[in-house]
């Protein structure tokens, strides 16, 4: 298996997020997702592609449908079928036939779609993006700036390491306490004298975006760790650091 299917049962929408035998490989600060010869077997070869230039941080980019419509044959031949974007992980549109993209070996893909309102999103959510808050920011964008609204849109929090697997130390812990008012961590117990806690990351960004003003029947999460599944995912942590990505992805047709 490729890839796992996402949004499958929305209508106007193809999302997905691969597993490690559709993984692509690259330097941890330079990956791309550019996997031709899945795009051809999933039917994406004629869309245009976004590849954002992941560094863990809150930067979101808006690709306008009015912007694409502007640009000419030559222009579009230039671009090669895609464009990157560097410094960015969050990426929205409300063109059809735009391809976002992100990469992944444990951060969280977060994957939002408005049908009413023909609006996409997609959120590289590491814990240093989701204590800073980039899908509560990525919500509010995509309202103002797209029209999306906030009791039509559907939220997918896609596979990544859960809670029984992602250790942390106090730091990490203590600032997701100190900016969001509430612990999404426990103590592990340890014989070393070292504080550690398991984070649930998943739980975190799903309470961002109800407290964003998604209604909680509105957003669904994956069960799929990327740790613990070593079967079907890549895993920086359990690897020891890993140059393969897997990708996601979200196009409306």
């Known amino acids: 298996m490729k890839y796992l299917d996402i949004f499958e049962k929305e209508e106007g929408v193809q999302a997905f997020f691969t597993?490690?035998?559709?993984?692509?490989?690259?330097?941890?600060?330079?990956?791309?997702?550019?996997?031709?010869?899945?795009?051809?077997?999933?039917?994406?070869?004629?869309?245009?592609?976004?590849?954002?230039?992941?560094?863990?941080?809150?930067?979101?980019?808006?690709?306008?449908?009015?912007?694409?419509?502007?640009?000419?044959?030559?222009?579009?031949?230039?671009?090669?079928?895609?464009?990157?974007?560097?410094?960015?992980?969050?990426?929205?549109?409300?063109?059809?036939?735009?391809?976002?993209?992100?990469?992944?070996?444990?951060?969280?893909?977060v994957y939002l779609y408005d049908a009413k309102n023909g609006v996409i999103g997609l959120v590289h959510a590491g814990w240093r993006g989701t204590v800073a808050g980039i899908v509560p920011q990525a919500i509010r964008r995509m309202v103002a700036v797209l029209g999306a609204g906030r009791d039509h849109l559907k939220i997918h929090i896609g596979p990544g390491i859960s809670k029984c697997c992602f250790e942390v130390g106090p730091e990490v812990a203590s600032r997701f306490l100190l900016e969001w008012g509430s612990s999404f961590s426990k103590p592990v117990d340890n014989d070393s004298d070292e504080e550690k806690y398991l984070?649930?990351?998943?739980?975190?960004?799903?309470?961002?975006?109800?407290?964003?003003?998604?209604?909680?029947?509105?957003?669904?999460?994956?069960?799929?760790?990327?740790?613990?599944?070593?079967?079907?995912?890549?895993?920086?942590?359990?690897?020891?650091?890993?140059?393969?990505?897997?990708?996601?992805?979200?196009v409306m047709r």
């Open 19 to 109: 597993t490690k035998e559709g993984a692509v490989e690259g330097s941890p600060d330079g990956t791309v997702f550019n996997n031709e010869q899945l795009f051809a077997e999933m039917g994406l070869t004629d869309t245009f592609k976004v590849w954002p230039r992941q560094v863990h941080g809150t930067n979101i980019e808006v690709i306008k449908a009015a912007d694409m419509q502007r640009l000419t044959e030559e222009e579009l031949q230039k671009l090669n079928g895609g464009i990157i974007l560097p410094d960015t992980d969050g990426i929205m549109t409300d063109a059809k036939n735009v391809l976002l993209t992100t990469v992944h070996a444990d951060c969280l893909p």
């Open 199 to 250: 984070l649930d990351l998943k739980a975190a960004v799903k309470q961002q975006a109800i407290n964003a003003g998604i209604p909680e029947e509105n957003i669904e999460t994956s069960t799929h760790c990327t740790f613990c599944e070593p079967e079907l995912f890549c895993s920086y942590r359990r690897e020891g650091g890993t140059y393969m990505r897997m990708g996601a992805g979200i």
